[in-house]
């Protein structure tokens, strides 16, 4: 079983920034991949950005037009989405996630999930 932490949300104006951090613990050898999905009130969960490190593989959603980044520090089993140029419509509870399967676009395809972080982008 592997557990997922997610921490780093906040209030942040327009224009700012913010750095999530989903730190793992337990075990699981066949995780190879792990993302960020985030979930607005009554909208669908859609995939924000994902990583399959053994075949440096990394994928944004549209939306994020290089204003994020995603990465792992192996050494501390962490996960960061690095957030940058913030706007209102990016406000949402943002998820980490595992997968044993490759990187995945959907989120039914994730073993694991942490319980989510808010991010609100509002002056």
């Known amino acids: 079983q592997v557990q997922l932490v997610e921490s780093g949300g906040g209030l942040v104006p327009p224009g700012g920034s913010l750095r999530l951090s989903c730190a793992t613990s337990?075990?699981?050898?066949?995780?190879?991949?792990m993302a960020w999905f985030r979930q607005a009130p009554g909208m669908e969960r859609e995939l924000v950005a994902a990583?399959?490190?053994?075949?440096?593989?990394?994928y944004y959603g549209p939306f994020v037009k290089g204003r994020f980044l995603i990465d792992r520090d192996s050494a501390k089993n962490t996960v960061h989405l690095q957030m940058n140029s913030l706007k209102p419509e990016d406000t949402a509870v943002y998820y980490c996630?595992?997968?044993?399967?490759?990187?995945?676009?959907?989120?039914?395809?994730?073993?694991?999930w942490g319980r989510g972080t808010q991010v609100t982008v509002s002056s």
């Open positions: 990583l399959e490190w053994s075949v440096d593989s990394i």
């Open positions: 337990g075990s699981d050898s066949s995780i190879n991949a």
């Open positions: 996630a595992a997968t044993r399967r490759g990187l995945q676009f959907h989120h039914y395809l994730y073993d694991y």
